[in-house]
């Protein structure tokens, strides 16, 4: 009975996550976004998401389970990254945070410049998104496909939110 129970579980846990197919939801975005810049709105979904989730006390889970970022790089990275470790100094504390304050700087930067207007904030939330994906592409390609992964500053501050809440 025990067994049974442990394999339906499982089962759950597995279908629970998207990671295998969300990374369509970034296409998606990016390409919507494109054609009309209100698109690009959604883009809060994605950086508010792991807060959330830590918040609720789900810690990282937004990052392991739903990430559309994250399955990018997981399912089209491996072809072409060199598979190299990165730099000791990027997993460092001191790293992580720096990233999360020029991150949040540079958006912040972005929208006072974007102004008022759905356009204007959604041009703004667009280039911070385009930003961070191509450095997370650097990353992969230079490094391990999920490299950014391991830096991503909402990720990041979903764990500092984690820790704290324990």
Not at 42 to 55: L, N, Q, R
Not at 78 to 105: A, E, Q, R, V, Y
Request: aromatic fraction near 16%; charge should be positive.
């Amino acid at each position: 009975m025990n067994t049974i129970s442990a394999k339906i579980n499982t089962k759950n846990k597995k279908s629970a996550s998207i990671m295998s197919w969300s990374w369509v939801f970034l296409i998606l975005f990016f390409l919507l976004s494109f054609i009309d810049i209100r698109f690009a709105l959604a883009g809060f979904i994605c950086m508010a998401s792991p807060i959330a989730f830590a918040v609720a006390g789900k810690g990282k889970r937004h990052c392991s389970h739903y990430c559309p970022r994250g399955s990018f790089f997981g399912k089209f990275l491996p072809f072409i990254s060199f598979k190299k470790s990165l730099p000791k100094f990027m997993n460092t504390k001191w790293f992580k945070t720096l990233l999360l304050i020029l991150m949040f700087t540079n958006f912040g930067v972005l929208l006072y410049q974007a102004g008022w207007g759905y356009e204007n904030i959604g041009s703004a939330v667009l280039k911070m998104m385009l930003r961070s994906f191509l450095v997370g592409l650097i990353f992969g390609i230079i490094s391990l496909p999920r490299s950014w992964c391991k830096v991503c500053p909402m990720g990041y501050a979903a764990g500092m939110i984690r820790d704290v809440k324990k």
